[in-house]
Structures are given as C-alpha cells and as structure tokens.
C-alpha cells in the first residue's frame, strides 16, 4: 500500500501545499495513494508523540510511505536517522518529492543512510563543541557558572509576600500543615520557608 504523510508546524500553514506536490509526484510515478495522514504538530516532538507514530506502526514489508520532503519526519538528523532505520529494518519504502530520494532495503539506501549518520555524529559534535566553548568564553569573562553557592535569598521563595502573615500563624501556634493547606502548598514549602525567617533573623 502507499501512504501520504503531511506535517505543518502551525494551524496557520496549510497542508494543501504538500498535498499538491506528493499527488503530482504519485502521478508521475503512477502511483495511487491509498491512505493519508495529516497533522498540525511541531516536528520537535517524537514520532511516538504525532500521528507518525500509528502511522510508521501500521506500515508493512513492501508498503511505501511518500512525503514532500525529509524535513517532515522530524527536526534534527537524528530523529530522522531513528526514523529511517525504522523504515529500512521493515523493508518499507521511503519516497520524498523534493530532494528526489527512495530510500529501501538496498544498498543505495544504506550508504545514503550512512551519510545521514555521519552528519548527526558531526551535528552534535559541533553543538557539544560550541557549548565548551561558549562555558569557556563565559568563565574567561568572569561569569559564575552554575547554580549560586549558599541557600537563596528569602525573597526568591513562593511564600515570601506572605512573610508578616505566615510569622503571625506560626506566633499564634498554627501547624505547618494548616499553614500549607491555608497558601496551598506542601508541608515542606513551609518548613523551608519558616526556616530561613529564623535564619534571616539569627543573621
């Protein structure tokens, strides 16, 4: 069977555009869609996440999956890299309309494969290289990396604009429990809250 895959990021894009190019596409090549499958879906978002997922779960030897191009599996190299492997250890066929490639079961399909590896191996080499570099550059220029040593300032906690309020309760002999149940918050929340007013106080 053939199967029409159409992903559009946004609600604003339409998917008439790619509809149009793998039809003509299909036409050319005399072939007849036999299901299509649409979504409104970020391609960030795992194939398992999207109507991808059922769609590449429902796939079968011999069945081929047209697209307008790579880009629509997916966002980066390796999750199309993942999805490629799917489709090539099922023996399923993969067609994309833009860059002209079919991607099978053959040994074309692997070197090609091979390069699309290499090309994520080297992607994220180059993004792992970058963030040394840019944590380097920071700590050069001074910059503390990391979260701040010591505890965090009182006015950082959730609780703080409650601070007169919260001491009162506590004053007055309220639990924490109560006082978490009153601020909607765990037992813990207040526990560290109330400890770092003394605290504060002691300093």
Not at 38 to 53: F, I, M, N, P, Q
Not at 123 to 134: F, G, H, P, V
Request: no cysteine; net charge positive; glycine share 8%.
């Amino acid at each position: 069977m053939n199967y029409g895959y159409i992903r559009v990021s946004t609600d604003r894009q339409t998917v008439e555009n790619q509809r149009f190019e793998i039809e003509e596409f299909s036409r050319r090549r005399n072939i007849t869609i036999d299901s299509w499958t649409s979504e409104v879906v970020s391609g960030t978002k795992k194939a398992d996440e999207r109507l991808l997922g059922d769609l590449l779960r429902g796939l079968k030897k011999g069945d081929r999956l047209i697209v307008s191009e790579l880009s629509r599996l997916g966002r980066n190299l390796l999750q199309i890299m993942s999805i490629l492997n799917y489709l090539m250890e099922k023996d399923i066929i993969l067609l994309t309309v833009k860059e002209g490639y079919e991607l099978g079961n053959n040994i074309n399909s692997k070197v090609l494969a091979f390069a699309f590896g290499l090309s994520a191996e080297i992607e994220r080499n180059l993004i792992s290289q970058r963030t040394k570099e840019a944590l380097a550059r920071k700590k050069a220029e001074g910059v503390v990396l990391g979260r701040p040593k010591g505890p965090a300032k009182l006015s950082t906690y959730k609780l703080y604009k409650y601070k007169n309020e919260i001491t009162k309760l506590r004053d007055e002999g309220m639990s924490f429990n109560k006082i978490a149940k009153k601020y909607q918050v765990n037992r813990a929340t207040v526990s560290k809250f109330i400890k770092r007013i003394g605290e504060e106080r002691n300093g």
